[in-house]
């Protein structure tokens, strides 16, 4: 028989036809931003309350670090000039008949199919629980401000451009100044200057001034400075040791400002945090020096102040934002603690300056509130107690200093407050579905306070004898928690009476006890023992410890001496 003529050769690089790419993989689109916060008023009009640190709203909406998604590789899909190839090879072998040939092109994709059909569903899987993982509960406890967090974690980004070009038309408050080398701790003690002692029997103009005040919340920041300041430090407990340590915390604040006003959350000093929060650190070192009286206008510690609020200012964007540059989960935190600041800045001063960023601070507490009446890690999304009491101060601050606040929003915290509330309202829990905790507990009964409760609700009563004065601070205490001294102080100092001087007591003896008293910390609280310390660092175990020992003037009790609101 006659010689075949032999096949052409088999093209091995034949290029897809048009309309045979793969299917685009990519991530969806990003979601639409959100409505912008409603626009300031133009008027200031008197207004028609607890502090869950700051009300971060909800939950991250990114995984949690170091899960990725990812599944192992797979075989490349069949090109159309591999499946040219593999049926041209087949005709030229001449073996197989059309049916044949059917069964193998079969055979051939079922061989095939696995690769990306597997790596499909893996991925669907992964989605899917993902989907399912409780992100809420992402962190640990009221502190995930203070929190670590693995590299390569996403932070949200904002731009800033407009905020940074408005915030340049206004003067500066200060001249940059030079930044004085650091002292030894010894001559740090022997230049400190010491408030004048408290006299434990108050002078008669004092004792005067103290029975004609007007408490409550409008007149919360009144009590700083002054004689009305030395009054309240008596009237209430506060001893020269309690001064002492006040002044030498702040003199240790004074030390860690950087040149541009800020403070970090992780140094100079040792023992600082795992992560970085600059905008919750010069918040937290702010709020410590405004809290014993001293202002951006008046006090030894007038520059450090102005510098800090200048660095504040320069931070806040067009919608009265502060942290859009600081860790995602991390930020509604800082925004909170932030606006508290800016908020008593200006009701200590009026200076009009402050006025709109103030303003604007709580434009967006109130527009960033969850539909659960809280606050979370994301504005309008979500809500948990640590958090939301942070906001609920903002917002009482606000009413403190003569803004307008929205009491409709504010006391629709109750809502939320009840959803994590136990035992008859009397312990309260991160989450509603988490179980009580003693520093909830006090950040909740303190919301609670704020937010109308009166001094002998059945209540609140149970829980400061079944659960605050069970648990006094104690220097012995292997995991003591200044997050939870500092809430059950506020709600004890309020309610005043037997349960406050017990309290008290125990207060004001163990926490200058706990205070660094050499060395270059000195003046400082050392984290180490604290439950969030290792984590948290020192600047925070320092500010929160400084509050604690302010108690007694920082904000005038919600009820006179006689128990009225």
């Known amino acids: 028989p006659p010689i075949p003529t032999p096949a052409p050769p088999i093209p091995t690089n034949v290029p897809p036809k048009p309309g045979c790419t793969q299917p685009n993989s990519g991530a969806s689109p990003p979601p639409k931003l959100q409505s912008q916060p409603p626009a300031l008023s133009q008027t200031i009009t008197k207004s028609t309350e607890r502090i869950?640190?700051?009300?971060?709203?909800?939950?991250?909406?990114?995984?949690?670090?170091?899960?990725?998604?990812?599944?192992?590789?797979?075989?490349?899909p069949l090109t159309v000039g591999d499946r040219q190839t593999e049926q041209r090879t087949s005709i030229v072998d001449g073996n197989k008949n059309p049916a044949q040939q059917n069964l193998a092109d079969r055979e051939l994709r079922r061989r095939r199919a696995p690769s990306w059909l597997f790596s499909f569903v893996l991925h669907?899987?992964?989605?899917?629980?993902?989907?399912?993982?409780?992100?809420?509960d992402f962190g640990t406890g009221p502190l995930t401000l203070f929190m670590s967090e693995?590299?390569?974690?996403?932070?949200?980004?904002?731009?800033?451009?407009?905020?940074?070009?408005?915030?340049?038309?206004?003067?500066?408050?200060?001249?940059?100044?030079?930044?004085?080398?650091?002292?030894?701790?010894?001559?740090?003690?022997?230049?400190?200057?010491?408030?004048?002692?408290?006299?434990?029997?108050?002078?008669?103009?004092?004792?005067?001034s103290l029975a004609d005040i007007r408490h409550g919340i409008t007149s919360g920041l009144s009590?700083?400075?002054?004689?009305?300041?030395?009054?309240?430090?008596?009237?209430?407990?506060?001893?020269?040791?309690?001064?002492?340590?006040?002044?030498?915390?702040?003199?240790?604040?004074?030390?860690?400002?950087?040149?541009?006003?800020?403070?970090?959350?992780?140094?100079?000093?040792?023992?600082?945090?795992?992560?970085?929060?600059?905008?919750?650190?010069?918040?937290?070192?702010?709020?410590?020096?405004?809290?014993?009286?001293?202002?951006?206008?008046?006090?030894?510690?007038?520059?450090?102040?102005?510098?800090?609020i200048q660095y504040m200012v320069r931070r806040q964007d067009s919608r009265g934002f502060f942290a859009s540059?600081?860790?995602?989960?991390?930020?509604?935190?800082?925004?909170?603690i932030a606006s508290i600041g800016i908020i008593e800045a200006y009701g200590m001063t009026h200076d009009y300056e402050l006025l709109p960023?103030?303003?604007?601070?709580?434009?967006?507490?109130?527009?960033?509130?969850?539909?659960?009446?809280?606050?979370?890690?994301?504005?309008?999304?979500?809500?948990?107690?640590?958090?939301?009491?942070?906001?609920?101060?903002?917002?009482?601050?606000?009413?403190?200093?003569?803004?307008?606040v929205d009491e409709d929003k504010l006391q629709s915290v109750s809502s939320f407050l009840d959803s994590v509330s136990h035992?008859?309202?009397?312990?309260?829990?991160?989450?509603?579905?988490?179980?009580?905790?003693?520093?909830?507990?006090?950040?909740?009964?303190?919301?609670?306070?704020y937010l109308g409760w009166p001094r002998d609700n059945t209540s609140l009563t149970t829980a400061i004898e079944m659960d605050l004065l069970t648990a006094l601070p104690r220097a012995d205490d292997p995991a003591y928690s200044v997050y939870y001294w500092y809430y059950a102080t506020q709600v004890l100092h309020?309610?005043?009476?037997?349960?406050?001087?017990?309290?008290?007591?125990?207060?004001?003896?163990?926490?200058?006890?706990?205070?660094?008293?050499?060395?270059?910390?000195?003046?400082?609280?050392?984290?180490?023992?604290?439950?969030?310390?290792?984590?948290?660092?020192?600047l925070y175990t320092t500010c929160l410890t400084i509050y604690c020992l302010e108690v007694y003037y920082r904000h005038l009790a919600l009820y006179d001496l006689e128990g009225r609101r």
């Open 357 to 404: 960023i103030a303003e604007k601070a709580i434009k967006f507490a109130e527009w960033s509130q969850s539909k659960l009446r809280g606050w979370r890690y994301d504005p309008q999304k979500d809500a948990d107690l640590s958090v939301t009491g942070w906001f609920v101060m903002a917002l009482e601050t606000g009413k403190m200093a003569g803004l307008e």
């Open 325 to 336: 540059r600081e860790p995602s989960h991390q930020q509604m935190y800082a925004q909170a």
């Open 150 to 208: 693995s590299a390569g974690t996403p932070t949200a980004n904002f731009d800033l451009t407009s905020a940074e070009d408005a915030i340049a038309e206004m003067p500066d408050l200060l001249e940059p100044e030079t930044v004085q080398p650091a002292t030894s701790s010894a001559d740090m003690l022997q230049g400190l200057e010491l408030p004048e002692l408290v006299n434990v029997n108050p002078i008669t103009d004092a004792s005067k």
């Open 223 to 308: 009590g700083r400075d002054g004689a009305l300041k030395q009054s309240l430090l008596s009237r209430f407990g506060g001893t020269a040791e309690t001064e002492r340590a006040v002044e030498l915390g702040l003199a240790w604040l004074a030390k860690q400002q950087k040149k541009d006003g800020s403070w970090s959350m992780q140094g100079p000093y040792s023992d600082g945090a795992l992560s970085e929060n600059t905008t919750a650190a010069t918040a937290m070192a702010l709020n410590a020096f405004l809290g014993a009286g001293y202002t951006h206008i008046d006090g030894k510690y007038q520059a450090e102040v102005r510098k800090g």
């Open 494 to 538: 309020h309610v005043g009476g037997r349960a406050w001087q017990k309290w008290n007591t125990a207060m004001r003896t163990v926490l200058p006890a706990l205070q660094t008293q050499e060395g270059p910390e000195t003046g400082s609280w050392d984290p180490g023992s604290d439950a969030f310390g290792a984590s948290a660092g020192r």
């Open 52 to 76: 869950p640190p700051i009300g971060l709203n909800s939950a991250p909406s990114h995984p949690p670090p170091g899960i990725a998604l990812t599944a192992p590789l797979s075989a490349a």
């Open 423 to 449: 035992s008859d309202y009397s312990q309260y829990s991160y989450t509603e579905y988490r179980p009580p905790t003693l520093s909830m507990t006090a950040e909740g009964l303190l919301c609670r306070l």
């Open 124 to 136: 669907t899987l992964l989605l899917l629980v993902l989907a399912l993982m409780p992100l809420a």
